[in-house]
């Protein structure tokens, strides 16, 4: 078992994958400077934006311009995406079994204080929410934000 994804090269577009051993390790992931996130700095990320729907519009990597690919599967919100955050949220999905799974309508990022906690933005269902159902062998997307 890998602890780091890339099948292809849509790694290019998505990011690389990570199993929980990596998010876990003491050496972090991060550079120095900088870490993983945990769910109360992302909660505090959401609410700064505004709740889950305004977030997910804030977070999103829009698409909207012309020469612009959308990435997330589903249209409905693309005219209402902004991404006024600068944060620029792809619908990485995740890996399962060397297999990649939800890719294009979800984004799912590990959270570093909880080996079941995970964040999710979806084009589908609730905008951004949290789910404590992950597997530590999954290959989700890791972002590092400044100490």
């Not at 700095?41 to 020469?67: M, N, S, V």
């Not at 792809?90 to 890719?103: L, Q, S, V, W």
């Amino acid at each position: 078992m890998s602890s780091v994804y890339s099948l292809g090269k849509e790694y290019y577009v998505f990011g690389y994958h990570y199993n929980y051993a990596v998010v876990s390790d003491p050496r972090g992931i991060c550079p120095s400077g900088w870490h993983v996130p945990t769910r109360k700095e992302f909660q505090e990320l959401i609410d700064y934006l505004g709740g889950p729907e305004e977030a997910w519009r804030a977070l999103i990597l829009t698409g909207t311009e012309p020469e612009e690919v959308w990435y997330w599967y589903d249209e409905r919100d693309r005219e209402s995406a902004h991404g006024s955050s600068g944060w620029a949220a792809m619908p990485n999905g995740m890996i399962i079994e060397d297999r990649y799974a939800r890719k294009g309508t979800r984004g799912i990022w590990w959270v570093a204080d909880s080996d079941e906690a995970i964040m999710y933005m979806e084009s589908t269902g609730p905008p951004v929410y949290f789910e404590s159902e992950a597997w530590k062998s999954s290959g989700l997307c890791i972002r590092c934000i400044m100490d």
